[in-house]
Structure formats: C-alpha cells, structure tokens
C-alpha cells in the first residue's frame, strides 16, 4: 500500500480551491483499507474520506491521512418479480452509474441525473432532487470499521436517513450510539429500483417539459435527458465554473411559521411535507435578500441560482476557502435577519 506524500487536492475538489494533502492513499479495494489499519504508521493517524470531491470546502492544507476511494464496478446483483437490484462501487461517478443503470434498462434513478460526486458519496448525503431521494431507492451497502478492522453491510433503516442526513453524518457519543462519522468507509451501494417502474414528474420543471415535447407519457431515458438539460440550464458545469452544487439545505419550518413569512411575502416559495411541515426554498430567500450575481473575493452567488457558490476566480486565480466561508456566513446572517431563518450549509467545511 503505497502513502503518497504533499498531493495537490485542487484536481479532486470541485470548487477547484488550492489546497494539498500532507499524505494521500488510493483505495482500490477492501484490501487497501485493512492494509492501512494493520501498519502502525496509519492504524491511528486521523483520516479524511474524500470521494468526487463535490460536497467540501476546504479552507487549509489537508494534515489527516486523506483516504481517495477509487472501488470501481458496476452490475446487476440480482432480480425479483419487485425489483432490480443493482450493485456499484463507491468510486464509481454517481451521474456515470446513473446513465449506466437507465441505459441497461435498470430505471428509478434518472430523477438524480448529474448530481456530481461518487456512489459513495450519496448516502452520507442521502442525495435528492427532483421528487426522489436515495432512500427511496436503496437497498443496502459495505462498509469497512476502522475500529474493528472488519466489513460490515447495513440496510436503509440502519444508516438513519434523514434529510442530506444519514449515520455517516454523526460520531459517536457513547459506547451505545452507533454514529459512524470518522469510522467507516463505504465501499459499495446497492439500490432497490422497484418494479413496475413508474415516472415522478411531479415537479413543475419537469412537468413544463411534457408540456413543450407532448410527450405525457415519458420513458425513464426522457427523464434523465430532461433532468439533464434542467441541470445545466440552471447550475454552472464545476469544471468549467468551479462549485460544490448546492450550498445550503433548504429550510423547514412550522405552517404557523410559513404563514407568518408569507404574509410579509406572499411570493416566497414553499412545499408542504408529508409530517406536516413546511419546506422553503433557500435560492429564493437568498435571492430576496438580494445576493444574486454578488461576491466575496472571488466567492461569487451564481447568477441563474443563489442557492450555488462558486469560483470567480478559476483554476489560474482560485477562491479559497476562506473567501466562500466569509460569503456564506454574510448570507446567513442576511437570511436570518429578514426571515428568522438560520441556513444551514451542505457541503463539508475541511
């Protein structure tokens, strides 16, 4: 198992910040990781997972032993009357794994269509857009304990999905709590795709879409081509305008809440949710308070969608992480004095 030593990191984030890794293994495989735990050298140091690199800020040179999984594979596992079963590596591409499954004929997953990162990556996130989420589509995955030197699988209701939420998200704070941040490693995802297939279109975006081509009875690829040029008419492509997608989780709050802010803003966009509260979207707070297009530095509001933070200042002149923290903390303090909302970042702060 080879330690590379001093590794550039601005190739492996997607805000394309400046930083470098004091020391950085490739994990390939299950091997790799027990290889590591078992040299003293490693067994103990402190570690940093970093998969596509679409979910960090980094604000620093990277001083914990930086572990870039790289598990590749994809295959159909099994198949019932009720499902596909269907089996990726967590360094597979998660928008690659996506096309993958919908051009094979495995569909449930083109609602999350060019989502950046990497398999492995969306359960800690447990992803979502356009009217599904990861948990909606998963079955179970691997993991590798740090603590015990073993691999071990979960199922949905062990991994606590929750909104942009999961175990992974969470350490533990006591011998009975089973919080996983800082222990495991995932190293494979497997996904339920139900059978009969059925389209979700009930978002406004897509519904337009049926609208202008006719077509009201849309196959899973038109939804992924659909999802897809959605995406790219709305947030900047992260190798060409450097990002980590969306930046702030969409609040929620009490119906008693929401009618009070609408009845100072009676455009505010809202969604009700199934327990009852409400959802608000964060781009439309964010743009009320008037910081589309604006910048810190070369942390910029992106033009089209205040929900995306991104790189002005390219690969040749990067922002740093100092300079898209600074912007963000002057967003929530915006948001939470116009609205009594405190934003909430996605990405991880490094």
């Known amino acids: 198992m080879i330690v590379e030593s001093n590794v550039p990191l601005q190739p492996y984030n997607s805000f394309g910040i400046v930083a470098r890794a004091q020391h950085l293994a490739r994990i390939a495989g299950e091997a790799d990781l027990a290889a590591l735990r078992d040299d003293p050298a490693w067994r103990d140091a402190p570690r940093f997972v970093l998969g596509g690199g679409s979910n960090i800020v980094l604000t620093g040179d990277v001083k914990s032993l930086v572990l870039k999984v790289e598990i590749k594979g994809l ?12 089996e990726a590596g967590a360094g597979e591409t998660w928008h690659d794994a996506v096309e993958w499954m919908v051009r094979n004929g495995y569909p449930g997953l083109e609602n999350l269509a060019l989502i950046p990162g990497t398999v492995g990556g969306s359960p800690v996130q447990n992803i979502g857009a356009y009217g ?33 939420d999961s175990v992974f998200k969470h350490a533990r704070s006591s011998p009975n709590d ?32 049926m609208e ?34 969306s930046f702030f989780k969409n609040p929620t709050v009490t119906p008693e809440q929401c009618a009070d802010i609408i009845a100072r803003d009676p455009k505010i966009v ?6 009852g509260s409400i ?3 964060a781009g439309w707070l964010i743009d009320a308070c008037g910081w589309k297009g604006k910048s810190v530095g070369n942390a910029g509001v992106y033009e089209r969608q205040a929900l995306v933070l991104v790189n002005r200042g390219g690969r040749e002149n990067p922002v740093t992480g100092g300079e898209v923290m600074t912007l963000a903390k002057a967003i929530q303090t915006s948001v939470y004095e116009r609205f009594g909302i405190r934003l909430e970042p996605e990405p991880v702060v490094v």
């Open 212 to 245: 202008e081509s006719g077509n009201f009875t849309p196959s899973a690829q038109d939804i992924f081509d659909w999802i897809c040029a959605i995406r790219r008419a709305k947030l900047p492509d992260w190798r060409v305008l450097g990002n980590a997608g």
């Open 279 to 281: 959802k608000l979207a």
């Open 270 to 275: 809202h969604y009700p949710m199934d327990d």
């Open 178 to 209: 089973f919080g996983l941040a800082g222990r495991a490693v995932i190293t494979r995802v497997r996904f339920r795709l139900p059978k009969p297939w059925k389209p979700v279109v009930g978002y406004l975006d897509l519904e337009r879409k």
């Open 132 to 164: 599904v989420e990861l948990q909606d589509r998963f079955d179970s995955l691997d993991a590798f304990d740090w603590e015990t030197g073993r691999s071990f699988s979960l199922d949905a209701a062990q991994c606590a999905f929750g909104y942009r």
């Open 75 to 86: 295959r159909l596992l099994d198949e019932t009357p009720r499902a596909w079963i269907v």
